[in-house]
């Protein structure tokens, strides 16, 4: 007994130090390029954003809604869903981004979700929490309930409605894309995570270093499919992911994890990669519904031209 005790005491400091590990590590997380002024991290700003707030039900995470609706909207526009990055405001993720002045320009709809303190205490969307994760559950069941209450009260087209987000928010939109695929027409996943990637902190701190992901194809698809609705047969959504080579807060290898997870989700497994230029960024792509750009010296932010060409792979703007 004296040799099982003093085995069980040994396991019980190696756990209570991998939970300080992984509280540090979130707390580093959390000071890191997302506490930054969203004009360091970010694209230059454009005119403040003049969001509106909507009512909508129901709402199991505790969200905030926030529009951008341009005049005269017309009939069979887009939707496009931004999920911010943590410690981000959603309307000044928008303008940052340059999606503000796209949807301004090409006459689409924007809706910010924002989340709040109550719910993470840096405003982080809980990506790796069963309960936010789920399909009509949570952060992802208010998501869901903020596009219905949007296309109810605008002339957007509900098979045009779109998703992309940072890290956090990156991660938040795999899920989304993985367990509501009847909803979302397309995504861009930006510094984030494969669908279904974590299920606690410890285990979201783990896969953000890189560890704990060496998943064959297969067993990626099969972690999305099982966050889709029981026996979904439909298409798949487009999928552009773009991952910066030097990011030091989520490793590059999510980017082609969500990419190759999304590929096999399809039935793809032939891809080319062709170079971005000269300074060693590349673009892989598995047929025409899915692409991981990984941008030399990128680091953990949304590109500057990530949103035009994100918003041309999706078809909805020249």
Known sequence: MGLKTI???RQGVKFRRLINQARDAW???STSAFSLPVTDMLAPATAPIA???REFSPNPGGLTLHSYVPPHLPSGAALVVLLHGCGQEAEE???QTGWRALAMKHRFALLMPGQVEANNRQRCF????ADDMKRDHGESGSITAMVAAVLKTTHADRRRVFITGLSAGGAMTANLLAACPDIFAGGAVVAGLPAGAARNMVGAMTRMSGHGGEHSAAELAAMAYAMAPVGYSGPWPKLSIWHG?????VAPSNGAEVALQFAALQGLSQSVTTPIGSDGSQLTAWGNNVELRSIA???HVYPTQAAAEIARFWGIIP
Do not use: H, I
Not at 126 to 129: I, L
């Open 27 to 29: 707390s580093d997380f």
């Open 7 to 9: 085995s069980l005491r």
């Open 126 to 129: 809980n990506w790796f929490r």
């Open 51 to 53: 969001p509106v707030a």
């Open 245 to 249: 080579q030097n990011d030091k807060v």
């Open 93 to 95: 993720f928008a303008t």
């Open 297 to 299: 010296g990128g680091e």
